[in-house]
T-cell receptor, first 112, second 108 residues
C-alpha cells in the first residue's frame, strides 16, 4: 500500500540553525500539507500546497518557514533560524482530493 | 477565530462497551469535518463528513454531522483494546483546525 514517507525521523539542531524536513508524498496525490504537533498539544496546520504554490497557510507559517517541491517526488519544509519553540513533531500529509489526507510518520525536531 | 472543541478529553471503558465522542466546531467557510485516529505517531484518516444527517460507517465505527448545531459525534460499538488511541476531530474551512483530541483507553 502506498504511503507517505518522511526523513529524517529525528533531527536535532542548535538554535539559530536552518533545517530542512523532507517528505515523499504518495505518487498520484496533488495536495500536500505540513502540520506540527508540540509534545502533548494538538495538531496544528502549517501550510497546504497545490499546483506548485501555497494554497493556504496558518499564522504559524511566517517568514521563518518555506516549502518547496524541488522535483516530482519530494516536498520539503525549511525552517530558517530555528528557535527552541520550534521543537515539535512535524507531519507531512498528502491527498488526492484535498479531503482524505494520508499522514507520514513524522519528523521529531529537537532544537537545543 | 476558528476553533474545534472535543469532549470528553479522556475516557476509560472496558472491552465491549459503546462510546460516543463529541466534537463541536466554529469554522469559517466550513467545508467538511474530519475524524482521525492517532495511536503512537501519525493520525490515520477515519471519516470525512460534509452533509448533515448522513451517517458514515466503517465496521464498528460510525459518525454523523449536524451542520445546524455545528457538531459531530463518533461512535464506536463493541470496543476492543485496539481502539485505544487519541481520536482527533478537525474542521476544514479556510484551513484545517484540529481539536485537542479524546484519549480513549479500552481495558480488557
Amino acid at each position: 500500500e502506498p504511503e507517505v514517507t518522511q526523513t529524517p525521523s529525528h533531527q536535532v539542531t542548535q538554535m539559530g540553525q536552518e533545517v530542512i524536513l523532507r517528505c515523499v508524498p504518495i505518487s498520484n496525490h496533488l495536495y500536500f500539507y505540513w502540520y506540527r504537533q508540540i509534545l502533548g498539544q494538538k495538531v496544528e496546520f502549517l501550510v497546504s500546497f497545490y499546483n506548485n504554490e501555497i494554497s493556504e497557510k496558518s499564522e504559524i507559517f511566517d517568514d521563518q518557514f518555506s516549502v518547496e517541491r524541488p522535483d516530482g517526488s519530494n516536498f520539503t519544509l525549511k525552517i530558517r533560524s530555528t528557535k527552541l519553540e520550534d521543537s515539535a513533531m512535524y507531519f507531512c500529509a498528502s491527498s488526492e482530493d484535498d479531503f482524505e489526507q494520508y499522514f507520514g510518520p513524522g519528523t521529531r525536531l529537537t532544537v537545543t | 477565530e476558528d476553533k474545534v472543541v472535543q469532549s470528553p478529553l479522556s475516557l476509560v471503558v472496558h472491552e465491549g462497551d459503546t462510546v460516543t465522542l463529541n466534537c463541536s466546531y466554529e469554522v469559517t467557510n466550513f467545508r467538511s469535518l474530519l475524524w482521525y485516529k492517532q495511536e503512537k505517531k501519525a493520525p490515520t484518516f477515519l471519516f470525512m463528513l460534509t452533509s448533515s444527517g448522513i451517517e458514515k460507517k466503517s465496521g464498528r465505527l460510525s459518525s454523523i454531522l449536524d451542520k445546524k448545531e455545528l457538531f459531530s459525534i463518533l461512535n464506536i460499538t463493541a470496543t476492543q483494546t485496539g481502539d485505544s488511541a487519541v481520536y482527533l476531530c478537525a474542521g476544514y474551512g479556510q484551513n484545517f483546525v484540529f481539536g485537542p483530541g479524546t484519549r480513549l483507553s479500552v481495558l480488557p
